[in-house]
Nanobody, 117 residues
Framework: QVRLVESGGGLVQAGGSLTLSCAAS????????MGWSRQAPGKQRELVAR???????NYADSVKGRFTISRDNAKSTVSLQMISLKPEDTAVYYC???????????WGQGTQVTVSS
């Protein structure tokens, strides 16, 4: 059973930046596709970024060019660097593990990101 623990959320002004981190345990991290999903109040969850075991990345159009996902297999961590933040980026951000079928197989507890205008 994989365990995911996020950190790094907080309050930032529009145009600012934040970096989220996720520490994984309980699984062979290096073979897993990992990602970051977010849920804003009243909105559906959105998978904003994913990174495969070999480092291939994909981003939602809403964050492309502003967010960067990376991983450190030696430390079993995945990070999300966010720049040029907008108020609409306000959400709870979750670190997720993605199965081979492309489904989210595990969630962290989430970390709040609030972007003020």
């Amino acid at each position: 059973q994989v365990r995911l623990v996020e950190s790094g959320g907080g309050l930032v002004q529009a145009g600012g930046s934040l970096t989220l981190s996720c520490a994984a345990s309980g699984s062979i991290f290096s073979i897993n596709t990992m990602g970051w999903s977010r849920q804003a109040p009243g909105k559906q969850r959105e998978l904003v970024a994913r990174i495969s075991s070999n480092g291939r990345t994909n981003y939602a159009d809403s964050v492309k060019g502003r967010f960067t996902i990376s991983r450190d297999n030696a430390k079993s961590t995945v990070s999300l660097q966010m720049i040029s933040l907008k108020p609409e980026d306000t959400a709870v951000y979750y670190c997720v593990r993605i199965s081979n079928r492309g489904e989210i197989a595990a969630w962290g507890q989430g970390t709040q990101v609030t972007v003020s205008s």
